[in-house]
T-cell receptor, first 115, second 113 residues
Framework: AQSVTQLDSQVPVFEEAPVELRCNYS??????LFWYVQYPNQGLQLLLK??????LVKGINGFEAEFNKSQTSFHLRKPSVHISDTAEYFC?????????????FGTGTRLQVFP | GAVVSQHPSRVICKSGTSVKIECRSL??????MFWYRQFPKQSLMLMAT?????????EQGVEKDKFLINHASLTLSTLTVTSAHPEDSSFYIC?????????FGQGTRLTVV
């Protein structure tokens, strides 16, 4: 089974400052990793994903994440945030197993960007 | 990217009535569709997984008779909340999977009064 831990429930930050949202996972098999963003009263939008290859993954809106297998982490970063980045961010994992398509989500991190 | 359309976006219904929510993959065929429920300021809770032409697989604790799922085609799945009560009020999100990725609908805000 897989599990995802997002240690920070809320991250306040000023506009144009850098930000890191932390994600750690647990799994007995190899996994695919995802970050999603959710704006109020909307569904989830994929920010980026790690399937294989380079451990540094670049996504939309200037976000990037680095897969660290030894630390079982997939932290999300942005060098300079905007007010419009205020949203809920979810880390998710999926087992590399053709028998399941389930995504396991973390509890989410609320990013609040202040002017 | 692929588009998943969920309808309606908001619905208010009276206690005891049933509500149907549709989830369509517009430009791809989804091998699997998922239904989630999200409580305020919480993560997504998987309710059930459905594959076209077969019965849905419900997560533990989810009432099959209350949350009816029909997956009629590779592009359409529906969730019917039967005999809705105020405690069923929530944000429901569908997801359609193809290959490695899952794509999400816009969500449906259900309010039962």
């Amino acid at each position: 089974a897989q599990s995802v831990t997002q240690l920070d429930s809320q991250v306040p930050v000023f506009e144009e400052a850098p930000v890191e949202l932390r994600c750690n996972y647990s799994s007995s098999v190899s996994v695919y990793l995802f970050w999603y963003v959710q704006y109020p009263n909307q569904g989830l939008q994929l920010l980026l994903k790690y399937l294989s290859g380079s451990t540094l993954v670049k996504g939309i809106n200037g976000f990037e994440a680095e897969f660290n297998k030894s630390q079982t982490s997939f932290h999300l970063r942005k060098p300079s945030v905007h007010i419009s980045d205020t949203a809920e961010y979810f880390c998710a994992v999926k087992a590399q197993d053709y028998n399941t398509d389930k995504l396991i989500f973390g509890t989410g991190t609320r990013l609040q960007v202040f002017p | 990217g692929a588009v998943v359309s969920q309808h309606p976006s908001r619905v208010i219904c009276k206690s005891g009535t049933s509500v149907k929510i549709e989830c369509r993959s517009l430009d791809f065929q989804a091998t699997t569709m998922f239904w989630y429920r999200q409580f305020p300021k919480q993560s997504l809770m998987l309710m059930a997984t459905s594959n076209e032409g077969s019965k849905a697989t419900y997560e533990q604790g989810v009432e099959k008779d209350k949350f009816l799922i029909n997956h009629a085609s590779l592009t359409l799945s529906t969730l019917t909340v039967t005999s809705a009560h105020p405690e069923d009020s929530s944000f429901y999100i569908c997801s359609a999977a193809t290959g490695y990725e899952a794509f999400f609908g816009q969500g449906t805000r259900l309010t039962v009064v």
